[in-house]
């Protein structure tokens, strides 16, 4: 049973979902292209204290420079408060502007009926035991993010079935995240120079204009490219010919080690179904992804 392919079917019909109408929504409340960073700090921290530093070494593969601006961006506004030098607050307003957002996207999904209700019901139980399993998990890898989003984010169990899952789903992509970062931090390298040695490896990008637009102008400026791409070549795991950039045989044997140990770590708590219920998973995750493909 290959768990990849059963984990791609739960994300891969969420993700698109209600991402256009949080991006609107955030965009009429004045938020911006700084919203995303606002709803994981939320979700993260809720009304305790944060700082940059704390906040990326959660979230790390984005600009320190770029995410301190929205932070005090986010203050100016009254969405965040200062709680002391370097520190900020989810402040009420902030709560209700991450609400506002994150209400948006429940309302797209709320009418959706992907797969019959009790269908549905059977996926909520396995994924609801996987997210269980995971928060017994001992560390590493750190179990900080699905901790806190699976306290922070606000749930009745009342609520649409689709709903609760996404959140399930959303516990779970937390902990793949802190799996991954596990798998590459002994590396000593910043976030962003990860995250642009994966879009060459995967090969999502590889000319430098197109590096850029694939890793976001507003999030990192063409110069912190270039130096992240400075630095992946001194260490021997790209090279550049002719303006492309592609993964040396080193860099691709160091990337895919990385993709491996994620796996492994993020699989662990999924021993709590045997092969069977795999399988049930499987089917039924593929049937809700195409059922949300097809925005029924």
Avoid at 122 to 150: C, G, M, Q, W
Avoid at 223 to 229: D, N, Q, R, S, T
Wanted: proline share 4%.
């Amino acid at each position: 049973m290959n768990l990849n392919t059963i984990w791609n079917s739960l994300v891969e019909g969420f993700y698109p979902l209600g991402n256009s109408e949080m991006e609107k929504t955030a965009n009429e409340l004045g938020v911006g292209d700084g919203w995303i960073t606002l709803l994981w700090a939320s979700w993260l921290f809720a009304s305790e204290p944060f700082s940059t530093a704390s906040f990326m070494r959660i979230r790390p593969y984005g600009s320190a420079r770029v995410i301190e601006a929205r932070f005090a961006e986010a203050a100016r506004q009254g969405i965040l408060s200062v709680h002391s030098e370097g520190e900020y607050q989810r402040a009420e307003k902030g709560k209700q502007v991450v609400d506002q957002i994150v209400q948006s996207a429940e309302e797209v999904i709320a009418h959706l009926q992907p797969i019959p209700p009790a269908e549905l019901q059977k996926i909520l139980n396995y994924t609801k035991r996987l997210v269980e399993a995971t928060l017994d998990t001992p560390e590493p890898p750190s179990r900080f993010a699905i901790l806190r989003y699976h306290k922070n984010i606000h749930i009745e169990q009342d609520m649409p079935l689709l709903r609760l899952l996404l959140h399930h789903v959303g516990s779970l992509d937390q902990y793949r995240g802190a799996a991954h970062i596990a798998s590459w931090e002994a590396y000593n390298i910043k976030g962003y120079e990860w995250s642009a040695f994966t879009s060459i490896w995967r090969k999502e990008a590889d000319p430098l204009d197109a590096l850029h637009e694939e890793m976001g102008s507003s999030v990192f400026t063409r110069e912190e490219i270039l130096e992240a791409l400075r630095d992946l070549a001194k260490r021997g795991w790209i090279e550049e010919e002719m303006g492309v950039y592609k993964s040396t045989t080193e860099g691709g044997r160091i990337r895919q080690e990385a993709e491996d140990m994620t796996d492994r770590l993020f699989f662990v708590p999924w021993l709590c179904l045997n092969e069977s219920e795999l399988e049930g998973l499987s089917s039924l995750a593929s049937q809700l992804r195409d059922g949300l493909k097809k925005g029924v």
